[in-house]
């Protein structure tokens, strides 16, 4: 699977479902973007700029990592987890990142 269709894949999974949500569960937001300032810094740790590049490769560690210690995307009706936050929170920066300046 290519670097580019991770984002749609990890979206098609769960994180619309999560981003759905996040009109009825105003406090989904304040995760979301506590979520993305964990991203920003973390990517910033590692001396890399946060841009398309560096969030995809985020987003595909993280989604490795997660899957190797055994989780799986909430289902319809189970309450969202840390991991399925913060990979929407990595594609709600991808959409960011890819909208005109």
Do not use: N
């Not at 984002?7 to 993305?36: K, N, T, W, Y």
């Not at 490769?57 to 289902?75: Q, S, V």
Request: a neutral charge.
């Amino acid at each position: 699977m290519s670097e580019q269709s991770w984002p749609a894949r990890i979206r098609a999974e769960f994180a619309q479902r999560v981003l759905d949500l996040r009109h009825q569960h105003p406090g989904i937001l304040a995760s979301l973007d506590q979520h993305m300032a964990a991203v920003r810094h973390a990517i910033a740790e590692l001396g890399e700029r946060v841009g398309p590049a560096s969030l995809v490769a985020y987003l595909i560690g993280y989604w490795d990592g997660a899957r190797e210690k055994g989780w799986r995307a909430p289902g319809p009706g189970q309450p969202l987890d840390f991991a399925a936050l913060r990979m929407t929170a990595v594609c709600l920066m991808l959409d960011a990142a890819a909208e005109p300046a």
